[in-house]
């Protein structure tokens, strides 16, 4: 059983640029969700994806966005890149029936931005 | 407006004594509770969890409390061991807001030898 993947594993950025994180899920897993982790802070959830449609989002701007493939694999795009974006990216994955809970998460890109 | 929150930023055991770590909460429609640990340059691992309906949940070394009217969890570990150092995260769960998870902002273990 493969865990969830992410890459890149760090990412170095300028203000203004955009970017693109990718996530692979467990396999066997349908719902991805996306997490924002800042220095000395718990995650942030950013959104939810399920049979890639947006299922849930946090309070984030909307130059967060995403996208889930067939495949269930994810992006995460953040557009206009500020300062504040530098933070750890978590990616998590589960199975949904109607109830879930348990999401297995990656281990995370760490963006920079300068 | 933090809804999920872990007042202690730190917490030192000493190998083989119990480990006690707490969570507060203020939104009343979380319906689940979870528990993560997470070691450097790792993603949070999923370690025990509850459900609203429950006040207690055992897993080996690992029992988790519920305590609805307060609010509040805790998580317990009994005997504590090094390798149990890492960061520990509450977390809970809203159905009304598709199963997002809210985490506090974690709990730093050091259990000494």
């Known amino acids: 059983e493969t865990g969830v993947t992410q890459s890149p594993t760090h990412l170095i950025k300028t203000r203004g640029q955009q970017v693109t994180l990718r996530c692979s899920s467990q396999s066997g897993h349908n719902t991805v969700s996306w997490y924002q982790q800042a220095l000395g802070q718990g995650p942030q959830f950013i959104f939810q994806?399920?049979?890639?449609?947006?299922?849930g989002r946090g309070n984030f701007p909307p130059r967060f966005s995403g996208l889930q493939f067939p495949n269930y694999s994810s992006e995460l795009n953040v557009n206009a890149l500020e300062l504040d974006d530098s933070a750890l990216y978590l990616c998590?994955?589960?199975?949904?029936?109607?109830?879930?809970?348990?999401?297995?998460f990656g281990p995370g890109t760490r963006l920079t931005v300068t | 407006d933090q809804q999920v929150k872990q007042n202690s930023p730190s917490l030192s055991v000493q190998e083989g004594r119990i480990s006690i770590l707490n969570c507060d909460y203020t939104n009343s429609m979380f319906d689940y509770f979870l528990w993560y640990k997470k070691y450097p340059a790792e993603g949070p691992t999923f370690l025990i969890s509850i459900s609203s309906i429950k006040d207690k949940n055992e897993d080996g070394r690992f029992t988790v409390f519920l305590n609805k009217s307060a609010k509040h969890l805790s998580l317990h570990i009994v005997p504590s061991q090094p390798g149990d150092s890492a960061v520990y995260f509450c977390?809970?769960?809203?159905?009304?807001?598709?199963?997002?998870?809210?985490f506090g902002g974690g709990t730093r273990l050091m259990v000494k030898p």
């Open positions: 998590a994955s589960s199975f949904s029936s109607g109830l879930s809970y348990e999401q297995y």
């Open positions: 994806y399920y049979r890639e449609e947006e299922n």
């Open positions: 977390a809970a769960s809203d159905p009304n807001a598709g199963n997002m998870l809210t």
